[in-house]
Nanobody, 121 residues
């Protein structure tokens, strides 16, 4: 059974930094893209950053230049370094991974349990 376990959330003042880490366990056939999403109260869950297995990354406009996503394929981890945090970055952050199946065309979506990030003004 695949599990994604997040860590690193917390409370920080505006302008501060936090680093989120997500570790994937139980993937027998590898992982395709990994990413981070966030959901603020009363809002939909939105993509924050995404990184492919080859290391190509993409970001939401709202975090471009402030957040950096990285991954370690050997350890099956994905990190999100968040700098210059703003109060509007406050949300529950979820790790996401597309886990490969037995066949080359199979992939399945998995989510972490979420970690709270709160940025005070």
């Amino acid at each position: 059974q695949v599990r994604l376990v997040e860590s690193g959330g917390g409370l920080v003042q505006a302008g501060g930094s936090l680093r989120l880490t997500c570790a994937a366990a139980g993937s027998d056939f590898g992982i395709n893209a990994m990413g981070w999403y966030r959901q603020a109260p009363g809002k939909q869950r939105d993509l924050v950053a995404r990184i492919t297995s080859s290391g190509r990354s993409s970001y939401a406009d709202s975090v471009e230049g402030r957040f950096t996503i990285s991954r370690d394929n050997a350890k099956n981890t994905v990190d999100l370094q968040m700098n210059s945090l703003k109060p509007e970055d406050t949300a529950v952050y979820y790790c996401h991974a597309k886990i490969r199946g037995l066949s080359w065309y199979e992939e399945y979506d998995y989510w972490g349990q979420g970690t709270q990030v709160t940025v005070s003004s």
